[in-house]
């Protein structure tokens, strides 16, 4: 079993910047990937950045020139600079380990004046 537990969410201005972090714990020997989704009230979840073994990323569209992903050991980070209202959302850690997927509790980002 792996947990998955995010921390830095909150409230930021148009703008602003927010980090996120994720610490991940259990039998994390054999990870694949570990990243960042989001849900916004109404939309279906999407992903935001995934780090893959390797360091390699991804990330949507959306989130490109604004948002960077990174790991360190058992943590998965979120660098979001420019932060616009459309990024209010609950943003959820994500990870494969030993070919099971995992999911943190979530944590609310609300991008607002």
């Known amino acids: 079993q792996v947990q998955l537990v995010e921390y830095g969410g909150g409230l930021v201005q148009p703008g602003g910047s927010l980090r996120l972090s994720c610490v991940a714990s259990?039998?994390?020997?054999?990870?694949?990937?570990m990243g960042w989704y989001r849900q916004a009230p109404g939309n279906e979840r999407e992903m935001v950045a995934l780090v893959f073994r390797g360091n390699l990323t991804d990330y949507a569209d959306s989130v490109k020139g604004r948002f960077t992903a990174s790991r360190s050991n058992a943590e998965v980070f979120l660098q979001m600079n420019s932060l616009v209202p459309e990024d209010t959302a609950d943003y959820y850690c994500?990870?494969?380990?030993?070919?099971?997927?995992?999911w943190g509790q979530g944590t609310r980002v609300t991008v607002s004046s």
């Open positions: 994500y990870g494969i380990f030993s070919g099971r997927t995992y």
């Open positions: 259990g039998s994390i020997f054999y990870d694949y990937v």
